[in-house]
Structure formats: structure tokens, C-alpha cells
T-cell receptor
Framework: AQSVTQLGSHVSVSEGALVLLRCNYS??????LFWYVQYPNQGLQLLLK??????LVKGINGFEAEFKKSETSFHLTKPSAHMSDAAEYFC?????????????FGKGTLLTVNP | GAVVSQHPSRVICKSGTSVKIECRSL??????MFWYRQFPKQSLMLMAT?????????EQGVEKDKFLINHASLTLSTLTVTSAHPEDSSFYIC???????????????FGAGSRLTVL
């Protein structure tokens, strides 16, 4: 079975500062990895995904993540935080299971951006 | 992009009644739909997976007689919470997986969620 651990349930940064949200995964087979963002009372929006191609993945809104197999990590970064980045972020892992791809989510990291 | 519409966004009901939540894929055919439950400030927990025309596969610990899932067409899946109780109050989110017409690209898109409050 696969799992995801997000280190830090709450991260606070200043506007313009580097954003780093940590995610470590566990999987017995090569995984697909995802980062999603959730704004209050809304569904999830895909930021980026790793599907065994390039290890450095660029997503929307200036976010990127690097797959590091040796560290079993998939940390999310953004060079300069904007106020609009304040939201809950979920890392997720998926492996092929039959005809479906099930996503297993981490517990989420709440990002707050201070002016 | 691929769009999933989930309705209603908010619903309040009395204890003992049943509530139906709809999840529609608007511009692609959803061969698989996933239903999640999210408690406040917690992650999404997969409840069940449904393939069009087949019975849903429920995750361990999810009562299939309480959470009825129907996926009768390639664009619609419904989750019915039967005999709802206050402990069923939660945020329910669907996601749909399929292929976009034309490009044939695989898509996986989430609905906006439905907040259920049982009084």
C-alpha cells in the first residue's frame, strides 16, 4: 500500500518569501505523485503531477516540485509567495490498481502568507 | 479543461432523512468516479470507487447501505446518504476520471464539494 506524509500541518511565510511544503511518500511500486490546492469550501485543483517523466515538474501559479527517489520526497516550492497562495495544500500518491488510479492523500499543509 | 459539476454545494437536512449529491462530468465521459469525505481540517478519505454501469467498490469501514452510490451513465454519479445522522455531517467531494473527446487525453478532475449538515 502507498502512503504520503506531509511534514508540517501549518506553514507561515511572508509575502515574497520562498514557499517550501514537504512531502514524503511510500510506495512499493513506482508512484505517480500529485500536489493539489484547496481553497476554503472548495474542491481540489491540481497544481502539478509527476508521472515518471522529468523529475522536476513545473505546475501552475509558479509552483514546482522535484521527485527525489533516493529521498522518497516530492517537495513543493515557489520562489516568491503571493497573498493569493494562502490555502490548504495536499500531496497525493497514486499507483495503478486494476482499472483505476486511486489517490491517497496526505493530511494537508495549511499555508498562510503574511503581508 | 475537464469540468466536473457537483450539486448541491451546501445542504442542510433533518436527522433521519436522505440526501442525494450529484456529480456530473460536463465535457468528458467519466468512466470512473471517486467519492471522498473530508472532515474539518483533515485530509480526504476515499469512500468508494464506481465504474459506469457497475456496482461501486467501497473502502474498508464505509457502510455501503448508508452511502449509496450510483453511476448509471458516463456523465453522472450520485451519492445518497440514507437516514442521515449528525455524525454524517461532512464535506463530500467527487472526482471523475475519463478521456477528453478529441484529444483522448486522460483527465482526473475534482468537483467543488458538497457540505452536508445534519441537524
Amino acid at each position: 500500500a502507498q502512503s504520503v506524509t506531509q511534514l508540517g500541518s501549518h506553514v507561515s511565510v511572508s509575502e515574497g518569501a520562498l514557499v517550501l511544503l514537504r512531502c514524503n511518500y511510500s510506495s512499493s511500486v513506482p508512484p505517480y505523485l500529485f500536489w493539489y490546492v484547496q481553497y476554503p469550501n472548495q474542491g481540489l485543483q491540481l497544481l502539478l503531477k509527476y508521472t515518471s517523466a522529468a523529475t522536476l515538474v513545473k505546475g501552475i501559479n509558479g509552483f514546482e516540485a522535484e521527485f527525489k527517489k533516493s529521498e522518497t520526497s516530492f517537495h513543493l516550492t515557489k520562489p516568491s509567495a503571493h497573498m493569493s497562495d494562502a490555502a490548504e495544500y495536499f500531496c497525493a500518491v497514486s499507483v495503478y490498481g486494476g482499472s483505476n488510479y486511486k489517490l491517497t492523500f496526505g493530511k494537508g499543509t495549511l499555508l498562510t502568507v503574511n503581508p | 479543461g475537464a469540468v466536473v459539476s457537483q450539486h448541491p454545494s451546501r445542504v442542510i437536512c433533518k436527522s433521519g432523512t436522505s440526501v442525494k449529491i450529484e456529480c456530473r462530468s460536463l465535457d468528458f465521459q467519466a468512466t470512473t468516479m471517486f467519492w471522498y469525505r473530508q472532515f474539518p481540517k483533515q485530509s480526504l478519505m476515499l469512500m468508494a470507487t464506481s465504474n459506469e454501469g457497475s456496482k461501486a467498490t467501497y473502502e474498508q469501514g464505509v457502510e455501503k447501505d448508508k452511502f449509496l452510490i450510483n453511476h448509471a451513465s458516463l456523465t453522472l454519479s450520485t451519492l445518497t446518504v440514507t437516514s442521515a445522522h449528525p455524525e454524517d455531517s461532512s464535506f463530500y467531494i467527487c472526482s471523475a476520471r475519463g478521456r477528453k473527446a478529441g484529444s483522448g487525453a486522460n483527465v482526473l478532475t475534482f468537483g467543488a464539494g458538497s457540505r452536508l449538515t445534519v441537524l
